[in-house]
């Protein structure tokens, strides 16, 4: 037969049970109560706001421009944005090829960016930045710093290319040159002049201008020291110096290809 349990024994048993299950319940309530009181209490609190917002990596767009085009400002609060869509919007600047965004502390924002290389500045004014990107931008940073002068072209093709190619260049080379100015002859529509910084004149087509400038400071050695003149690099390589130019004594040379390649 089998064993019957009273009701009246399993009841401490079940109070017991129940107690322990109200007590559990009642504690997560409280907790998530808390919790929720908490965070209240945080967003509406300064802390919870950004207060900082500094910026990294740009030497051309200033902080205030960078801070302008993201949206971003000092009293907003700290989590009412994505990170991915701020990077987006500081993305569409000109100057500005890739942008990261961060939370620091407690209410710090930090914009880390990487601009598009300077190669150069329009005509005489040098606040106005040309980018391997082929935009144009405004800084109050001296544009010599980035490179030459580019006068107007009226080929926009061929300024394009100069612009890419000038891109190319090790910035050691983009600044041995002053300044460069369309040249167009009936054989070659992209041929360009630069004034260089040395005091010579560098003849070239635009399509290989990092190439032939990648060669320039080798076909220096090969010029008499002090003289200045005319370096052709349209086809081959050919030196003639102004006072020759200008019916004075001076000098012609052709340039040896295989000394200026190595």
Same mark, same amino acid.
């Given at each position: ?11 401490? *048993?079940?109070? #017991?049970?129940? #107690?322990?299950?109200?007590?559990? *319940?009642?504690?997560?309530? +409280? ?5 929720? +009181? ?37 009293? /907003? ?5 994505? *990170? ?12 500005? &090829? ?55 072209? /009226?080929?926009?093709?061929?300024? #394009? ?6 891109? &190319? ?31 010579? *004149? ?25 003289? &200045?003149?005319?370096? /052709? ?9 102004? /006072? ?19």
């Amino acid at each position: 037969m089998e064993k019957l349990i009273d009701i009246e024994e399993r009841i401490p *048993t079940l109070r #017991k049970k129940r #107690k322990r299950r109200m007590t559990w *319940t009642f504690s997560i309530l +409280l907790f998530l109560f808390f919790s929720a +009181l908490l965070l209240v209490l945080y967003l509406q609190s300064s802390i919870s706001k950004i207060q900082i917002i500094t910026t990294h990596g740009n030497e051309i767009v200033n902080a205030q421009e960078i801070e302008a085009v993201s949206t971003l400002n000092k009293g /907003d609060s700290l989590w009412s944005f994505t *990170t991915s869509s701020i990077e987006q919007e500081i993305e569409q600047h000109p100057a500005i &090829k890739q942008a990261e965004v961060s939370r620091k502390r407690w209410s710090e924002v930090v914009i880390s960016v990487q601009e598009y290389q300077p190669i150069g500045f329009r005509g005489t004014d040098e606040t106005r930045i040309l980018l391997e990107n082929g935009a144009e931008v405004t800084s109050e940073d001296a544009g010599s710093m980035f490179g030459p002068a580019i006068g107007k072209f /009226d080929e926009e093709k061929v300024e #394009k290319k100069v612009i890419s190619e000038l891109g &190319k260049l090790a910035s050691e080379n983009r600044m041995l040159i002053s300044e460069i100015f369309s040249s167009p002859s009936k054989s070659d529509p992209n041929l360009i002049t630069l004034f260089m910084n040395d005091g010579n *004149t560098v003849i070239l087509s635009a399509l290989d201008l990092s190439e032939k400038m990648d060669l320039y400071p080798a076909v220096l050695q090969q010029i008499p020291i002090g003289q &200045k003149g005319i370096v /052709d690099m349209e086809v081959g390589t050919f030196f003639e110096s102004y /006072d020759s130019i200008y019916g004075e004594k001076g000098e012609e040379l052709v340039i040896d290809e295989q000394q200026d390649s190595e």
